[in-house]
Protein backbone atom coordinates (compact mmCIF):
# COMPACT_ATOMS: atom_id res chain seq x y z
CA UNK A 1 0.00 0.00 0.00
CA UNK A 2 1.66 4.01 -1.14
CA UNK A 3 1.82 5.51 1.85
CA UNK A 4 2.83 9.08 2.71
CA UNK A 5 5.00 8.31 5.70
CA UNK A 6 7.24 5.34 7.32
CA UNK A 7 10.90 6.61 7.59
CA UNK A 8 10.00 6.60 11.52
CA UNK A 9 8.82 2.70 11.56
CA UNK A 10 10.82 -0.34 11.84
CA UNK A 11 8.22 -2.57 10.88
CA UNK A 12 5.54 -2.92 8.52
CA UNK A 13 2.20 -2.10 9.29
CA UNK A 14 0.12 -5.05 9.51
CA UNK A 15 -2.07 -5.72 6.60
CA UNK A 16 -5.67 -5.63 8.13
CA UNK A 17 -4.48 -2.34 10.11
CA UNK A 18 -3.82 -1.43 6.53
CA UNK A 19 -7.53 -1.99 5.16
CA UNK A 20 -8.88 -0.68 8.23
CA UNK A 21 -6.96 2.56 7.90
CA UNK A 22 -7.38 3.51 4.66
CA UNK A 23 -9.83 5.30 3.01
CA UNK A 24 -9.22 5.18 -0.67
CA UNK A 25 -12.86 3.44 -1.14
CA UNK A 26 -14.44 6.56 -0.21
CA UNK A 27 -12.52 9.32 -0.28
CA UNK A 28 -11.72 8.46 -3.75
CA UNK A 29 -14.93 10.87 -4.11
CA UNK A 30 -12.73 14.36 -3.42
CA UNK A 31 -10.34 13.75 -6.14
CA UNK A 32 -11.48 16.37 -8.28
CA UNK A 33 -11.14 18.75 -5.03
CA UNK A 34 -7.25 17.41 -4.06
CA UNK A 35 -6.33 18.09 -7.49
CA UNK A 36 -7.85 21.63 -7.12
CA UNK A 37 -6.19 22.30 -3.53
CA UNK A 38 -2.25 21.39 -4.64
CA UNK A 39 -2.84 23.21 -8.19
CA UNK A 40 -3.59 26.15 -5.64
CA UNK A 41 -1.22 25.52 -2.58
CA UNK A 42 1.70 25.26 -5.18
CA UNK A 43 0.74 28.28 -6.99
CA UNK A 44 1.16 30.05 -3.92
CA UNK A 45 4.36 27.98 -3.28
CA UNK A 46 6.01 29.74 -6.57
CA UNK A 47 4.50 33.22 -5.98
CA UNK A 48 5.97 32.95 -2.37
CA UNK A 49 9.40 32.09 -3.96
CA UNK A 50 9.44 28.93 -2.20
CA UNK A 51 9.04 26.88 -5.31
CA UNK A 52 10.59 27.97 -9.02
CA UNK A 53 8.32 29.02 -11.78
CA UNK A 54 9.26 25.97 -13.70
CA UNK A 55 8.87 23.27 -10.59
CA UNK A 56 5.48 25.22 -10.07
CA UNK A 57 4.60 24.64 -14.02
CA UNK A 58 5.84 20.87 -14.03
CA UNK A 59 3.55 20.09 -11.05
CA UNK A 60 0.61 21.81 -11.92
CA UNK A 61 0.93 20.13 -15.82
CA UNK A 62 1.64 17.13 -13.96
CA UNK A 63 -1.50 17.33 -11.84
CA UNK A 64 -3.85 18.70 -14.88
CA UNK A 65 -2.26 15.42 -16.60
CA UNK A 66 -3.57 13.28 -14.36
CA UNK A 67 -7.34 14.80 -13.53
CA UNK A 68 -7.86 14.49 -17.49
CA UNK A 69 -6.63 10.64 -17.99
CA UNK A 70 -8.80 9.96 -14.96
CA UNK A 71 -11.73 11.51 -16.11
CA UNK A 72 -11.22 10.12 -19.09
CA UNK A 73 -10.62 6.68 -17.75
CA UNK A 74 -7.35 6.08 -19.06
CA UNK A 75 -6.10 6.27 -15.44
CA UNK A 76 -8.08 4.06 -12.85
CA UNK A 77 -7.57 5.69 -9.02
CA UNK A 78 -4.92 2.75 -7.23
CA UNK A 79 -6.98 1.84 -4.26
CA UNK A 80 -4.15 -0.04 -2.90
CA UNK A 81 -3.26 3.56 -2.20
CA UNK A 82 -4.29 4.48 1.87
CA UNK A 83 -6.02 7.66 1.00
CA UNK A 84 -6.65 9.98 -2.42
CA UNK A 85 -3.90 12.05 -0.93
CA UNK A 86 -1.11 9.29 -1.30
CA UNK A 87 -2.64 8.45 -4.87
CA UNK A 88 -2.55 11.91 -6.40
CA UNK A 89 1.23 12.48 -4.95
CA UNK A 90 2.32 9.21 -5.79
CA UNK A 91 0.48 9.26 -9.72
CA UNK A 92 2.75 12.29 -9.83
CA UNK A 93 5.75 11.58 -8.50
CA UNK A 94 6.13 8.69 -11.16
CA UNK A 95 4.95 10.99 -13.87
CA UNK A 96 7.46 13.97 -12.73
CA UNK A 97 9.80 12.12 -10.80
CA UNK A 98 11.76 14.22 -7.53
CA UNK A 99 10.17 17.60 -8.30
CA UNK A 100 6.54 15.78 -7.40
CA UNK A 101 7.61 15.51 -4.13
CA UNK A 102 8.20 19.19 -3.57
CA UNK A 103 4.18 19.87 -3.68
CA UNK A 104 3.27 18.92 -0.30
CA UNK A 105 6.13 21.58 1.51
CA UNK A 106 4.50 23.40 3.91
CA UNK A 107 1.38 21.06 3.72
CA UNK A 108 0.46 18.60 6.18
CA UNK A 109 -2.89 16.04 5.28
CA UNK A 110 -4.73 17.62 8.27
CA UNK A 111 -4.99 20.75 6.46
CA UNK A 112 -5.23 18.76 3.17
CA UNK A 113 -8.29 16.51 3.51
CA UNK A 114 -9.48 19.66 5.34
CA UNK A 115 -10.03 21.40 2.37
CA UNK A 116 -10.86 18.82 0.15
CA UNK A 117 -14.02 17.82 2.82
CA UNK A 118 -14.60 21.56 2.49
CA UNK A 119 -14.25 22.07 -1.16
CA UNK A 120 -17.07 19.07 -1.52
CA UNK A 121 -19.48 20.16 0.79
CA UNK A 122 -19.27 23.58 -0.40
CA UNK A 123 -20.26 22.65 -4.34
CA UNK A 124 -23.27 20.13 -2.60
CA UNK A 125 -24.67 22.93 -0.42
CA UNK A 126 -24.95 25.17 -3.73
CA UNK A 127 -25.99 22.15 -5.38
CA UNK A 128 -28.84 21.57 -2.91
CA UNK A 129 -29.57 25.22 -2.61
CA UNK A 130 -30.30 25.21 -6.55
CA UNK A 131 -32.48 21.77 -6.57
CA UNK A 132 -34.47 23.54 -3.46
CA UNK A 133 -35.10 26.47 -5.97
CA UNK A 134 -36.20 23.87 -8.73
CA UNK A 135 -38.53 22.61 -6.30
CA UNK A 136 -40.05 25.62 -4.73
CA UNK A 137 -40.58 26.65 -8.95
CA UNK A 138 -42.77 23.58 -8.86
CA UNK A 139 -44.89 24.95 -5.48
CA UNK A 140 -45.54 27.66 -6.87
CA UNK A 141 -46.55 26.53 -10.08
CA UNK A 142 -48.85 24.82 -8.76
CA UNK A 143 -50.44 27.46 -6.37
CA UNK A 144 -50.75 29.97 -9.07
CA UNK A 145 -52.95 27.36 -10.67
CA UNK A 146 -54.75 26.17 -7.98
CA UNK A 147 -55.92 29.88 -6.03
CA UNK A 148 -59.74 29.09 -6.60
CA UNK A 149 -59.12 24.88 -5.99
CA UNK A 150 -61.10 24.41 -2.22
CA UNK A 151 -59.97 21.19 -0.29
CA UNK A 152 -60.47 21.04 3.81
CA UNK A 153 -57.84 22.13 6.17
CA UNK A 154 -56.99 19.49 8.40
CA UNK A 155 -55.81 19.83 12.33
CA UNK A 156 -55.38 16.20 13.79
CA UNK A 157 -56.04 14.46 10.96
CA UNK A 158 -59.22 15.68 11.14
CA UNK A 159 -61.30 18.48 8.79
CA UNK A 160 -61.09 21.92 10.12
CA UNK A 161 -61.64 24.62 8.10
CA UNK A 162 -62.14 24.63 4.11
CA UNK A 163 -58.54 26.61 2.32
CA UNK A 164 -57.36 26.12 -0.72
CA UNK A 165 -54.76 23.54 -2.39
CA UNK A 166 -53.09 27.07 -2.92
CA UNK A 167 -52.78 27.63 0.31
CA UNK A 168 -51.49 24.34 1.43
CA UNK A 169 -48.34 24.37 -1.13
CA UNK A 170 -47.88 27.57 0.27
CA UNK A 171 -46.73 26.20 3.60
CA UNK A 172 -44.41 23.95 2.39
CA UNK A 173 -43.16 26.65 0.18
CA UNK A 174 -42.45 28.40 2.95
CA UNK A 175 -40.73 25.30 4.96
CA UNK A 176 -38.17 24.85 1.58
CA UNK A 177 -37.78 28.71 1.73
CA UNK A 178 -36.49 27.94 5.40
CA UNK A 179 -34.66 25.43 4.37
CA UNK A 180 -32.58 27.45 1.42
CA UNK A 181 -32.09 30.37 4.02
CA UNK A 182 -30.46 27.76 6.19
CA UNK A 183 -27.60 26.32 3.11
CA UNK A 184 -26.79 30.50 2.74
CA UNK A 185 -26.03 30.33 6.58
CA UNK A 186 -23.60 27.26 6.23
CA UNK A 187 -22.18 28.81 3.09
CA UNK A 188 -21.24 31.49 4.49
CA UNK A 189 -19.65 30.42 7.74
CA UNK A 190 -18.50 27.47 6.30
CA UNK A 191 -16.51 29.57 3.43
CA UNK A 192 -12.82 29.77 4.94
CA UNK A 193 -9.30 28.14 3.82
CA UNK A 194 -7.97 25.86 5.95
CA UNK A 195 -4.67 25.59 4.03
CA UNK A 196 -1.70 26.25 5.22
CA UNK A 197 -2.79 25.49 8.80
CA UNK A 198 -0.61 22.35 8.75
CA UNK A 199 -0.86 19.57 11.17
CA UNK A 200 -2.04 21.63 13.88
CA UNK A 201 0.09 24.87 14.28
CA UNK A 202 0.87 26.26 10.90
CA UNK A 203 4.30 26.36 9.40
CA UNK A 204 7.86 27.77 9.50
CA UNK A 205 7.44 28.70 5.18
CA UNK A 206 6.37 31.98 4.29
CA UNK A 207 2.90 31.13 2.65
CA UNK A 208 0.62 33.40 1.52
CA UNK A 209 -3.01 31.97 2.91
CA UNK A 210 -5.04 35.11 1.89
CA UNK A 211 -3.98 34.38 -1.50
CA UNK A 212 -4.37 30.53 -1.55
CA UNK A 213 -7.97 31.20 0.19
CA UNK A 214 -8.66 33.74 -2.88
CA UNK A 215 -7.28 31.40 -5.85
CA UNK A 216 -10.43 28.55 -4.34
CA UNK A 217 -12.92 31.21 -4.14
CA UNK A 218 -12.83 31.32 -0.19
CA UNK A 219 -13.76 34.42 1.95
CA UNK A 220 -10.50 34.20 3.40
CA UNK A 221 -7.93 31.90 5.36
CA UNK A 222 -9.73 30.24 9.17
CA UNK A 223 -8.19 31.60 11.76
CA UNK A 224 -6.85 29.33 14.14
CA UNK A 225 -5.02 25.86 12.74
CA UNK A 226 -5.99 24.10 15.76
CA UNK A 227 -9.62 25.05 15.12
CA UNK A 228 -9.19 24.47 11.05
CA UNK A 229 -8.07 20.88 11.28
CA UNK A 230 -10.50 19.77 13.72
CA UNK A 231 -13.84 21.98 12.65
CA UNK A 232 -16.73 19.51 11.60
CA UNK A 233 -18.97 22.07 12.49
CA UNK A 234 -19.77 23.24 9.02
CA UNK A 235 -20.99 18.89 8.47
CA UNK A 236 -23.05 18.98 11.34
CA UNK A 237 -24.92 22.44 10.16
CA UNK A 238 -25.03 20.32 6.53
CA UNK A 239 -26.42 17.55 8.10
CA UNK A 240 -28.49 19.06 10.30
CA UNK A 241 -29.94 21.15 7.62
CA UNK A 242 -30.37 18.37 5.31
CA UNK A 243 -32.41 16.33 8.09
CA UNK A 244 -34.81 19.34 8.25
CA UNK A 245 -35.40 18.97 4.65
CA UNK A 246 -35.57 15.32 4.96
CA UNK A 247 -38.22 16.27 7.51
CA UNK A 248 -40.15 18.47 5.17
CA UNK A 249 -40.12 16.18 2.02
CA UNK A 250 -41.39 13.28 4.52
CA UNK A 251 -44.43 15.27 5.64
CA UNK A 252 -45.60 16.62 2.75
CA UNK A 253 -44.76 12.27 0.87
CA UNK A 254 -47.02 11.55 4.23
CA UNK A 255 -50.16 14.19 2.94
CA UNK A 256 -49.27 12.51 -0.63
CA UNK A 257 -49.51 9.14 0.23
CA UNK A 258 -52.86 9.66 2.69
CA UNK A 259 -54.27 12.21 -0.88
CA UNK A 260 -53.40 9.35 -2.72
CA UNK A 261 -55.42 6.21 -0.93
CA UNK A 262 -58.63 5.43 -1.94
CA UNK A 263 -60.41 6.83 0.89
CA UNK A 264 -59.40 10.21 0.23
CA UNK A 265 -58.85 10.05 -3.62
CA UNK A 266 -57.42 13.74 -3.75
CA UNK A 267 -54.56 13.16 -6.44
CA UNK A 268 -53.48 10.75 -8.72
CA UNK A 269 -49.84 10.09 -8.97
CA UNK A 270 -48.09 9.91 -12.59
CA UNK A 271 -47.83 6.08 -14.24
CA UNK A 272 -43.52 7.39 -14.18
CA UNK A 273 -43.73 7.92 -10.16
CA UNK A 274 -45.61 4.85 -9.40
CA UNK A 275 -45.29 1.11 -9.13
CA UNK A 276 -47.72 -1.78 -8.91
CA UNK A 277 -47.88 -5.06 -7.12
CA UNK A 278 -46.60 -8.57 -8.15
CA UNK A 279 -49.58 -10.47 -7.00
CA UNK A 280 -52.48 -7.58 -6.84
CA UNK A 281 -53.47 -6.18 -10.60
CA UNK A 282 -55.42 -3.00 -9.35
CA UNK A 283 -52.70 -1.98 -7.22
CA UNK A 284 -50.62 1.58 -8.17
CA UNK A 285 -48.52 2.31 -4.79
CA UNK A 286 -46.94 5.83 -4.15
CA UNK A 287 -43.32 4.15 -3.89
CA UNK A 288 -41.46 7.18 -4.24
CA UNK A 289 -43.21 8.91 -1.77
CA UNK A 290 -43.22 5.95 0.84
CA UNK A 291 -39.19 5.75 0.07
CA UNK A 292 -38.55 9.32 0.73
CA UNK A 293 -40.35 9.20 3.80
CA UNK A 294 -38.31 5.86 4.87
CA UNK A 295 -35.40 7.33 3.56
CA UNK A 296 -35.78 10.62 6.22
CA UNK A 297 -34.32 8.41 8.93
CA UNK A 298 -31.71 7.66 7.07
CA UNK A 299 -30.38 11.18 7.13
CA UNK A 300 -31.14 11.48 10.40
CA UNK A 301 -29.17 8.90 10.93
CA UNK A 302 -25.95 10.40 9.72
CA UNK A 303 -26.33 13.57 11.71
CA UNK A 304 -26.34 11.40 14.86
CA UNK A 305 -23.26 9.68 13.93
CA UNK A 306 -21.46 12.48 13.52
CA UNK A 307 -22.69 14.44 16.42
CA UNK A 308 -21.80 11.17 18.27
CA UNK A 309 -18.18 10.87 17.02
CA UNK A 310 -17.16 14.70 17.53
CA UNK A 311 -18.32 14.79 21.17
CA UNK A 312 -15.53 13.25 22.60
CA UNK A 313 -12.48 14.28 20.53
CA UNK A 314 -9.86 16.14 21.87
CA UNK A 315 -7.81 19.00 20.15
CA UNK A 316 -6.56 18.77 17.28
CA UNK A 317 -6.93 16.12 14.85
CA UNK A 318 -7.52 12.63 15.60
CA UNK A 319 -8.09 9.58 13.00
CA UNK A 320 -12.43 9.27 14.43
CA UNK A 321 -12.81 12.31 11.84
CA UNK A 322 -12.46 10.03 8.77
CA UNK A 323 -15.80 8.76 9.86
CA UNK A 324 -17.16 12.20 9.04
CA UNK A 325 -17.06 11.30 5.06
CA UNK A 326 -19.22 7.84 4.42
CA UNK A 327 -22.19 8.86 6.19
CA UNK A 328 -21.87 12.48 4.75
CA UNK A 329 -21.76 10.82 1.36
CA UNK A 330 -24.57 9.39 1.86
CA UNK A 331 -26.17 11.52 3.57
CA UNK A 332 -25.94 13.98 -0.19
CA UNK A 333 -26.55 11.22 -2.40
CA UNK A 334 -29.67 10.27 -0.82
CA UNK A 335 -31.30 13.99 -0.37
CA UNK A 336 -30.16 15.29 -3.52
CA UNK A 337 -31.49 12.05 -5.25
CA UNK A 338 -35.02 12.95 -2.90
CA UNK A 339 -35.51 16.70 -4.12
CA UNK A 340 -34.63 15.76 -7.97
CA UNK A 341 -37.43 12.88 -7.53
CA UNK A 342 -40.02 14.98 -5.24
CA UNK A 343 -39.72 17.72 -7.58
CA UNK A 344 -40.53 15.33 -10.64
CA UNK A 345 -43.36 13.46 -8.87
CA UNK A 346 -45.32 17.17 -7.74
CA UNK A 347 -45.03 18.38 -11.10
CA UNK A 348 -46.44 15.42 -12.99
CA UNK A 349 -49.42 14.89 -10.34
CA UNK A 350 -53.07 15.14 -11.01
CA UNK A 351 -55.40 16.86 -8.80
CA UNK A 352 -59.23 15.74 -8.14
CA UNK A 353 -60.27 18.82 -7.28
CA UNK A 354 -64.48 18.19 -7.61
CA UNK A 355 -63.14 15.42 -4.73
CA UNK A 356 -61.50 18.11 -2.30
CA UNK A 357 -63.94 20.41 -2.71
CA UNK A 358 -66.85 18.03 -1.68
CA UNK A 359 -64.99 16.58 0.99
CA UNK A 360 -64.95 20.13 2.42
CA UNK A 361 -68.26 20.58 2.21
CA UNK A 362 -68.58 17.07 3.72
CA UNK A 363 -66.61 17.73 6.57
CA UNK A 364 -68.13 20.33 8.30
CA UNK A 365 -65.00 22.66 7.59
CA UNK A 366 -67.62 25.45 7.31
CA UNK A 367 -68.93 25.33 10.60
CA UNK A 368 -66.47 27.95 12.44
CA UNK A 369 -68.21 30.51 9.58
CA UNK A 370 -71.30 29.15 10.53
CA UNK A 371 -70.86 30.41 14.26
CA UNK A 372 -69.28 33.55 13.15
CA UNK A 373 -72.30 34.26 10.95
CA UNK A 374 -74.34 34.06 14.21
CA UNK A 375 -71.96 36.34 16.09
CA UNK A 376 -72.65 39.09 12.87
CA UNK A 377 -76.26 38.19 13.74
CA UNK A 378 -75.82 39.64 17.47
CA UNK A 379 -75.39 35.86 19.30
CA UNK A 380 -72.47 35.66 21.81
CA UNK A 381 -69.68 34.00 19.98
CA UNK A 382 -69.69 31.57 23.19
CA UNK A 383 -73.57 31.08 22.32
CA UNK A 384 -72.76 30.98 18.74
CA UNK A 385 -70.07 28.00 19.16
CA UNK A 386 -72.99 26.07 21.74
CA UNK A 387 -75.56 26.30 18.68
CA UNK A 388 -73.14 25.47 15.99
CA UNK A 389 -72.33 22.29 17.90
CA UNK A 390 -75.89 21.22 18.11
CA UNK A 391 -76.50 21.79 14.53
CA UNK A 392 -73.64 19.69 13.48
CA UNK A 393 -75.21 16.81 15.99
CA UNK A 394 -78.06 17.05 13.98
CA UNK A 395 -76.48 16.99 10.68
CA UNK A 396 -74.25 14.06 11.42
CA UNK A 397 -77.82 12.22 12.56
CA UNK A 398 -79.30 12.85 9.54
CA UNK A 399 -76.05 12.16 7.78
CA UNK A 400 -76.09 15.60 5.99
CA UNK A 401 -74.39 18.81 5.55
CA UNK A 402 -74.98 22.30 7.11
CA UNK A 403 -75.51 23.97 3.29
CA UNK A 404 -78.35 20.95 2.73
CA UNK A 405 -80.21 21.84 5.51
CA UNK A 406 -83.69 23.64 4.87
CA UNK A 407 -84.05 26.30 5.90
CA UNK A 408 -86.77 25.11 8.24
CA UNK A 409 -84.36 23.08 9.88
CA UNK A 410 -82.12 25.62 10.52
CA UNK A 411 -84.57 27.79 12.44
CA UNK A 412 -85.84 25.17 14.80
CA UNK A 413 -82.19 25.43 16.15
CA UNK A 414 -81.71 29.17 15.89
CA UNK A 415 -84.31 31.70 14.88
CA UNK A 416 -81.14 33.75 14.07
CA UNK A 417 -80.41 31.66 10.63
CA UNK A 418 -82.03 33.63 7.30
CA UNK A 419 -81.41 32.95 4.04
CA UNK A 420 -78.37 34.41 3.75
CA UNK A 421 -76.22 31.36 5.64
CA UNK A 422 -76.39 29.15 2.36
CA UNK A 423 -73.33 31.98 0.85
CA UNK A 424 -72.58 32.66 4.01
CA UNK A 425 -71.32 29.00 4.34
CA UNK A 426 -70.57 28.37 0.67
CA UNK A 427 -66.52 27.38 0.57
CA UNK A 428 -65.92 30.21 -1.75
CA UNK A 429 -67.36 32.50 1.12
CA UNK A 430 -65.53 30.78 3.57
CA UNK A 431 -62.08 31.03 2.07
CA UNK A 432 -62.44 34.40 -0.12
CA UNK A 433 -63.23 36.58 3.12
CA UNK A 434 -60.03 35.43 4.62
CA UNK A 435 -58.13 38.47 3.08
CA UNK A 436 -55.52 39.23 6.36
CA UNK A 437 -52.07 38.33 4.88
CA UNK A 438 -50.77 34.91 5.05
CA UNK A 439 -54.84 33.51 4.74
CA UNK A 440 -56.10 31.68 1.86
CA UNK A 441 -58.29 34.08 0.04
CA UNK A 442 -56.96 35.10 -3.45
CA UNK A 443 -56.49 38.70 -3.38
CA UNK A 444 -53.58 37.78 0.18
CA UNK A 445 -52.63 34.62 -1.82
CA UNK A 446 -51.69 36.79 -5.28
CA UNK A 447 -49.63 39.19 -2.83
CA UNK A 448 -48.19 36.29 -1.35
CA UNK A 449 -47.30 34.66 -4.51
CA UNK A 450 -45.94 37.70 -5.96
CA UNK A 451 -43.39 37.87 -3.60
CA UNK A 452 -42.16 34.67 -3.91
CA UNK A 453 -42.26 34.96 -7.62
CA UNK A 454 -39.93 37.73 -7.22
CA UNK A 455 -37.66 35.41 -4.53
CA UNK A 456 -37.27 32.90 -6.95
CA UNK A 457 -35.99 35.87 -9.48
CA UNK A 458 -32.97 36.43 -7.19
CA UNK A 459 -31.27 33.48 -8.29
CA UNK A 460 -29.05 30.93 -6.35
CA UNK A 461 -25.64 30.23 -4.68
CA UNK A 462 -24.18 29.51 -7.43
CA UNK A 463 -24.94 32.81 -8.76
CA UNK A 464 -22.95 34.61 -6.12
CA UNK A 465 -19.69 32.70 -6.39
Known sequence: MAQLWGGRFTKATDRTVCDFNASIRFDRRLFHEDIEGSMAHVTMLARQKILTERERDEILKGLSGIREDV?????????????????????????????????HTGRSRNDQV?????????????????????????????????????????????????????????????MFRRDRQRMADIYRRMNYCPLGAGALAGTTYPLDREYTAS????????????????????LIEFLSALSTVMMHLSRFSEEIIIWNSNEYQFVEIDDAYSTGSSIMPQKKNPDVAELIRGKTGRVYGALMALLTTMKGIPLAYNKDMQEDKELTFDAIDTVEDCLTLFAGMLRTMRFRKERMAASAMNGFTNATDAADYLVGKGVPFRDAHGIIGRLVLYCVEKKTSIDRLSLEELQGISDKFEEDIY?????????????TIGGPGQEA?????????????????RDSE
Not at 79 to 86: A, G, K, L, R
Not at 227 to 233: A, C, G
Not at 423 to 435: G, I
Not at 445 to 461: D, F, N, P, S
Open 114 to 174: ALDMRLYTRKHVIRADGLLRELLTVILAVMEENLGTYMPGFTHLQKAQPTTLAHHYGAYFE
Open 71 to 103: DNGKLDIDETCEDIHSFVEAELIRRIGDTGKKM
Open 215 to 234: LMGFAGPTQNSMDSVSDRDY
Open 445 to 461: MKAVIGKHRAYLEEGTL
Open 423 to 435: DAVSLETCVEKRL
